[in-house]
């Protein structure tokens, strides 16, 4: 039977039909375009000509019936004079090539990176990205990015300049901002992209670290607090140990004075025998005095006297009036009386200069001799070595350097330093 002889809702039917094999083609075509397939829009938009021509045969022939004195194109009645059967058959052809086209179509699209893969992936991601042109044109941007930009600013991403520019700190490279409840770490960069500068923006959600790195600093300032409390706990202790010694030293040496006075008033002044002993007793005694009085105080005058007992001359740069506690004191004045007596001794010195300066490390006292430099290197032995040992045990740094002139010095950390003035 010729087409032009079915009945009027068969043509329609037809007509439906070369409408759905346009439409789809032309989804093929704009689908080519999504994917930069640019050399795949013949055949689909070939197929959409052939169904539109198709359609409009078939309206120009269903005219005749609807108007007397239409007049049908040659065309029109050449392809309505066709079998159904041959239409059918060229019609189930198109329609398989353009369900063929939509396949190829999905297919690439999952076999191989495209725009549309890479912006699917991108919106998919918990992070956000942005990529902007040095104008502020926007080249990629996914869901999560557009979401923060409009919490922050209340518009959406369109200028990845403006967006920049709105942050609290747009001139810095790595940021933190709270958003939507949460803490974002914003990094600004520039890359090399095909010969163009482009700037590139990462949001990545910090929370959790933000919040476990603030816990980590109330801790170790809650440590800290502890570690001075602790410090200053155990120089309280020593010191009252310190005390308690003295206070039984000198009752032990007062006790011995009364028993001597005593003794001495009942001895007899012409048995001289008795009297020897008792005075060798009193001197002792006296000596004790001396030495007690002389480990409380350790003045600068006794150092001086030292030097005077060297043939040195004592030199003094800086203020040492104030001195850290009594173990990093004492370990002081015995490294300069070390000091005095290498220095006389292996090197012939005349002067001592003792200075002092605050550094990073701590405090820094150096002990300076103008004599003869050693010429096989420094090697704590002896007196050194010992003096070595017990600072490391108080935590100062015992270290020479040879230049020109030769410095013993110590380092004493600021958190081995008492708090309160100390008079030397």
């Not at 169904?51 to 007049?71: K, N």
């Not at 809650?222 to 010694?245: F, N, P, S």
């Not at 002067?351 to 002990?367: D, F, P, Q």
């Not at 032995?381 to 230049?403: C, H």
């Amino acid at each position: 039977m010729p087409f032009q002889l079915l009945p009027p809702f068969a043509r329609a039917m037809f007509s439906v039909w070369t409408l759905m094999i346009f439409l789809l083609s032309i989804f093929d075509a704009a689908y080519a375009v999504y994917q930069k397939r640019y050399h795949a829009l013949a055949v689909p938009a070939g197929l959409a000509g052939v169904a539109e021509l198709l359609r409009q045969v078939i309206l120009d022939h269903s005219l005749l019936y609807i108007d007397s004195g239409h007049r049908a194109g040659k065309m029109t009645l050449a392809l309505t004079g066709l079998s159904c059967w041959l239409w059918m058959l060229f019609l189930a052809g198109m329609t398989a090539a353009a369900v063929f086209l939509l396949l190829g179509s999905i297919r690439y699209g999952r076999n191989r990176i495209t725009l549309g893969t890479v912006k699917q992936c991108a919106d998919q991601l918990p992070t956000g990205i942005c990529y902007w042109r040095s104008s502020g044109q926007v080249i990629l941007s996914n869901h999560c990015m557009n979401r923060l930009c409009i919490a922050l600013t209340g518009e959406p991403l369109l200028n990845g300049n403006a967006f920049r520019g709105s942050l609290p700190a747009s001139d810095l490279a790595d940021e933190m901002v709270t958003l939507e409840g949460k803490t974002w770490r914003f990094f600004c960069r520039e890359l090399l992209f095909d010969g163009e500068i482009i700037q590139e923006m990462i949001a990545s959600d910090v929370t959790e670290e933000y919040r476990k790195t603030e816990d980590l600093k109330r801790d170790t300032e809650q440590i800290r607090h502890l570690r001075e409390e602790l410090q200053t706990y155990r120089r309280d202790m020593e010191e009252t140990i310190h005390k308690q010694e003295i206070l039984q030293a000198k009752i032990n040496i007062h006790d011995e004075m009364n028993r001597l006075m005593l003794g001495t008033v009942s001895v007899d002044a012409a048995d001289r025998e008795k009297l020897d002993p008792m005075l060798s007793m009193w001197k002792k005694n006296a000596l004790l005095l001396f030495m007690e009085a002389e480990n409380e105080k350790r003045s600068l005058e006794n150092l001086e006297a030292f030097a005077g007992q060297m043939n040195l001359q004592l030199v003094w740069k800086s203020d040492f009036s104030r001195y850290p506690e009594r173990e990093i004191r004492e370990i002081f004045f015995l490294a300069a009386r070390e000091a005095m007596v290498n220095a006389v001794k292996h090197a012939g010195a005349r002067t001592i200069t003792l200075s002092r300066e605050e550094t990073k490390e701590g405090l820094r006292c150096i002990i300076e001799n103008d004599g003869a430099m050693p010429e096989k290197g420094v090697h704590f032995t002896g007196g050194l070595r010992n003096l070595s040992e017990l600072a490391q045990k108080q935590g100062v740094t015992l270290s020479a350097e040879v230049g020109d002139t030769f410095r013993l010095i110590l380092i004493v950390p600021y958190g081995t330093m008492a708090a309160e003035e100390d008079t030397l």
